[in-house]
């Protein structure tokens, strides 16, 4: 009888002890995926920044494609400016845009033509969105629900700053089976896309001077064996709780019609400056060529 | 100890000498070949291998750990306990000198062992099976890893054996046990979805806690903490169960 008592005693003890223990290192709470959500918000109510963004496409390790922007937005003014330059191939395709007091401006390199367009239409949207707090709340719950249980892979370290630091890495079957077969098809279509249609027409006549063929023809064709082997997150969390730099990276693997395999790393890099410090760029159109970009959409 | 081996042995005697249980085993060692085709299918008419050779193991314990699995200890369960008192055949157990303490515990060792054995053929047949589908890398690395996950799903798996043992001491029927646990099974599951924050305290939770130990960015402190908390959740709970099954009239 004593023994009885003694076993249930023990084994109650030892396995509330270790429940607690569980509790204790808040188990139920994803912790790095909570600090990353936070940082978004609190990134996301800036009211002016600077953001560099650079866009990568690595075969086996050789760059096909690199995309850098700089883009600095300000909400005070509702202005944003910024330059992109593509690098595919040979000569690097660089790029102006700004948005100024309800007009949008884009200039390519090669030109000395500003397309203005006056619409309205997006400075609207974009003023009048809702910023219903229930709406993001329940949207949030969406989010939530969907990401699922993979919210306990994202990891979380402190940096002796006060930042942190948020990683999430998913390979071969971690990436749920359907994300996998979805992206793989998707991943497929851009690849094999028939350069007719991605670009518009000849070269010279896309508005813009942006060669779309130039950068299809850069990518490597997979046609067998496609899949995303590995997605892979990591940003840096200032000590303002404001992302201040994120990496994500797809690999996708597979091979092209002569059975060559390839590795393809898709690669996003997000840089954040100048928080609440930055002034947007503006353009003085007097005295320069320039042209309506309405009329070139309907011309389409 | 020789009395808790001798009863879990009789124990596991009458478990395999069930038809059900010869079929859940038999269908374990099928669904990785009955999946085969239509995954071939899918991947070979799109040119795409969203499911590789050496993910394909992981992509069947998935679903081993989560339906089939917990299907064969629900059914283990309410038959070993609920089963046996409803129809008083517990009593030509416990009338031989053996201690309740022992033979609940020789009980629980042989459901348990029954989902380790099918953890195992899980893993050896879709082992075999992904020889069949495309490989993108290094099939080694992947078996030892899918092993290792196999392995480590033994523990969510113990706990839910022991939560469903105590479930099967407040039922007479096993059939009545079974339909609750299925029940109870889903519900958890499904709280994963729409309060994925509660959801997180329970066990059923923690069926995939594999993905945390192959190559993902988890820390050691995360696997401790699961780790922790399911041991800590079968203990608990097989002691809950050992209570009741010590009180109950028969």
Request: glycine share 8%; with cysteine; charged share 15%.
């Amino acid at each position: 009888m004593k023994k009885k008592v003694m076993f249930i005693g023990a084994g109650l003890t030892i396995g509330s002890a270790l429940l607690v223990t569980s509790a204790f290192a808040n188990m139920g709470g994803a912790d790095g995926y909570e600090a990353y959500k936070s940082a978004i918000k609190q990134t996301a109510s800036v009211a002016s920044a600077t953001h560099g963004i650079t866009l990568s496409v690595q075969d086996n390790g050789n760059e096909l494609i690199s995309a850098t922007t700089t883009v600095k937005s300000s909400e005070t003014d509702g202005g944003v400016s910024g330059q992109a330059v593509i690098r595919a191939g040979a000569e690097p395709q660089t790029f102006d845009f700004y948005d100024q007091a309800g007009e949008q401006v884009f200039k390519a390199g090669g030109s000395d033509t500003y397309y203005v367009g006056s619409n309205a239409d997006w400075s609207d949207r974009r003023d009048h969105a809702p910023k219903d707090a229930a709406f993001g709340k329940e949207m949030e719950n969406v989010v939530d629900a969907l990401v699922g249980n993979l919210k306990n892979q994202v990891a979380l370290s402190r940096s002796s700053d006060g930042g942190q630091t948020v990683d999430l890495k998913l390979t071969g079957s971690q990436i749920p089976a359907a994300a996998n077969i979805i992206g793989s098809i998707l991943a497929k279509q851009a690849m094999n896309a028939h350069p007719e249609q991605a670009g518009q027409g000849t070269p010279g006549s896309n508005p813009f001077g942006l060669d779309v063929r130039q950068i299809a023809a850069a990518l490597p064709k997979l046609t067998d064996d496609i899949k995303i082997a590995e997605v892979a997150l990591h940003a840096e969390i200032d000590g303002s709780n404001y992302l201040s730099s994120q990496k994500v990276d797809f690999t996708i693997t597979g091979k092209d019609a002569s059975g060559l395999a390839h590795k393809v790393v898709v690669g996003a890099d997000m840089a954040l400056s100048n928080i609440d410090a930055t002034t947007p760029d503006r353009i003085d159109l007097s005295g320069k060529k320039t042209e309506a970009m309405k009329e070139w959409h309907r011309g389409r | 100890m020789n009395l808790l081996l001798s009863s879990t042995i009789n124990e596991w005697t009458k478990l395999r000498s069930r038809k059900k249980t010869v079929f859940f085993l038999a269908l374990i060692a099928l669904l990785p070949f009955l999946g085969l085709p239509a995954v071939m299918k899918l991947q070979g008419g799109f040119g795409i291998a969203a499911i590789a050779g050496s993910d394909y193991p992981i992509t069947v314990l998935n679903l081993l750990a989560s339906f089939v699995l917990p299907l064969l200890i629900f059914m283990s369960a309410a038959d070993m306990f609920s089963g046996e008192f409803g129809d008083k055949t517990i009593r030509s157990v416990l009338a031989r000198p053996v201690s309740r303490f022992k033979i609940f515990f020789a009980k629980l060792i042989a459901a348990f062992s029954l989902v380790a054995a099918g953890l195992l053929l899980g893993w050896i047949s879709s082992a075999i099976a992904s020889f069949f589908l495309p490989h993108a890398d290094g099939l080694p690395r992947a078996l030892a890893e899918s092993a290792l996950a196999h392995a480590v799903t033994a523990l969510p798996l113990f706990a839910i054996c022991a939560a469903a043992v105590v479930v099967a001491m407040f039922f007479k029927h096993a059939s009545g046990a079974l339909a609750i646990c299925i029940l109870v099974y889903a519900a958890a599951k499904l709280l994963g979805f729409v309060l994925p924050q509660y959801a997180a305290w329970l066990p059923t939770a923690y069926m995939d806690w594999h993905e945390l130990w192959i190559g993902s960015a988890a820390t050691a402190g995360r696997i401790a903490t699961v780790f922790s908390y399911l041991l800590g959740c079968g203990i608990v709970l097989s002691t809950l169960g050992y209570c009741a099954f010590d009180k109950k009239e028969v």
